[in-house]
């Protein structure tokens, strides 16, 4: 036996045959050139997310989560508005799609958004013994009891909150034109001034004006403020969200996800999505107006903020108790290593945007992006900007790229069509994005 073991590899090796032993250089420079095309270009595996090649060069020492750790797969996002959260969906999104993980997707784009969430907003929900969703993230109004019927046990709930004064400029900017608290006001200086007399709280989209984050977490924006309905809300949040995240402090906020989710670097990086810049007077020329000057005037005088600060009170209660945790975790996680992990994020993001994008990166108004498909959808007074694919990538350069920059809306079509390919083919008009009371969806 052993003796044919030997005689067999012997004949394999190619010694005694010359031939066999070309065959065997010539195979081995195929192998070679393949490596060294994808060496030329971004390569990104689709279940690890990381980049083989050039790139690799300087992040060699990609920090790494423990290898005991395995990474999450069933996640809550609680996604509130106007914080960041769109760029953190397309994360979710991406992760989502390339470890095939199936999300609770709305019928629309939002979840049944401003009513309590309901189960029944799931598109194709099949009742209580159907399959668990690995993955919910799309607009909801928080409703635990609801959301946990359709989750797997192990679920980590995670959410991300932003300083309500820039929310409120943000929010007022975006809504302007659905929210009829802002449009009465005109301008947000007006509205800090005296809020209570602009605002009907039984309005539809009401809500978007006051205390928008403890509204999404399924809270009452409208309650008297006292100590005791502050500590209750914050107990029943933390209670039930494992991270709160800081839109301020994005790329930290980053660095403690990736971790608390055993997730590789590249599926934390990203590009600033749904960033506003102010739309020119109507009628005024679409080309050479000064982006500077907002037709919704946002500015506010440091009294005006005071009082924003007052009327935002339950808001600002949260963001202060959830900046001190943050803060505290940051610490646990020790800050030098913070420090060090956040340069490597923004260098690789940095890597990215000059492989993947036009302009060194710069977010784009939606006109001047050539590819139709991946203008981000408008919605009020402001316009949302996105980004220019870079000419001449090789398709899988392409397509992990548009992974990075695609918008909200085309990206839940696109998952749509994945998870129910025998329902109607999206149609992309800005009709549909209306609901049954031409209430615009998304917004
Ligand atoms: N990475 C990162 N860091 C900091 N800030 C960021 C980031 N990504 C998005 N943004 C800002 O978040 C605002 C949009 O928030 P959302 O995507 O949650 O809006 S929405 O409710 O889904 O419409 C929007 O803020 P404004 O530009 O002030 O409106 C974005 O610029």
């Known amino acids: 036996m052993g003796l044919l073991i030997g005689e067999s590899s012997d004949r394999l090796s190619g010694y005694r045959r010359p031939w ?3 065959l065997g250089w010539v195979i081995l420079g195929l192998l070679v050139a393949g490596f060294a095309r994808q060496c030329t270009s971004l390569y990104l595996n689709n279940s690890s997310l990381q980049p083989v090649g050039p790139l690799e060069g300087p992040l060699s020492v990609l920090p790494r989560v423990p290898e005991t750790c395995r990474p999450h797969t069933h996640l809550m996002f609680l996604k509130t508005h106007k914080t960041a959260s769109s760029t953190v969906l397309n994360m979710l999104y991406r992760f989502g799609e390339e470890h095939g993980l199936h999300f609770a997707l709305p019928m629309g784009y939002i979840l049944g958004y401003p009513f309590p969430f309901n189960v029944h907003r799931i598109k194709g929900y099949r009742g209580n013994r159907a399959a668990k969703y690995d993955i919910m993230a799309n607009h909801l109004r928080f409703n635990k009891d609801e959301v946990q019927k359709v989750l797997h046990e192990d679920t980590f709930y995670f959410s991300i909150l932003r300083d309500p004064l820039s929310l409120a400029k943000s929010s007022f900017a975006y809504f302007h034109d659905i929210c009829p608290t802002f449009r009465k006001a005109g301008s947000l200086g007006a509205f800090a001034d005296s809020p209570g007399s602009f605002h009907k709280a039984h309005l539809r989209n009401s809500h978007y004006a006051r205390n ?3 509204f999404d977490f399924g809270m009452d924006p409208n309650a008297n403020v006292t100590q005791e309905l502050v500590r209750e809300g914050l107990v029943t949040i933390r ?13 930290q906020s980053m660095v403690l996800l990736r971790h608390a989710l055993c997730w590789p670097l590249d599926a934390v990086v990203s590009f600033t999505l749904n960033k506003a810049h102010y739309r020119p007077p109507k009628g005024g ?5 000064d982006l500077r000057q907002p037709v919704v005037n946002v500015s506010l005088t440091p009294a005006q903020r005071e ?5 935002n009170a339950l808001d600002w209660h949260l963001y202060q108790a959830f900046n001190r945790s943050f803060w505290e975790d940051v610490r646990r996680f020790g800050p030098e290593r913070m420090d ?3 340069a490597q994020l923004r260098a690789r993001r940095d890597q990215l945007a000059g492989v993947c994008l036009l302009k060194a990166g710069e977010p784009v108004e939606a006109h001047h992006i050539g590819d139709k498909d991946i203008r981000p959808y408008q919605c009020g007074s402001v316009r949302i900007l996105g980004y220019e694919l870079q000419q001449g990538l090789d398709n899988a350069t392409t397509e992990a790229c548009l992974r990075l920059i695609r918008p909200e809306i085309q990206y839940k079509d696109l998952l749509d069509a994945k998870q129910f390919p025998r329902s109607q083919p999206s149609i992309r008009d800005p009709a549909r994005k209306l609901d049954v009371n031409g209430v615009i969806e998304k917004c």
């Open 212 to 214: 928008l984050l403890w």
């Open 340 to 342: 060090q992990e956040v």
């Open 239 to 251: 209670k039930n969200f494992k991270l709160i995240l800081l839109s301020e402090y994005f790329d």
């Open 20 to 22: 066999l032993r070309w």
């Open 307 to 311: 009082k924003l600060r007052e009327w």
């Open 285 to 289: 020329p679409e080309d050479g107006f």
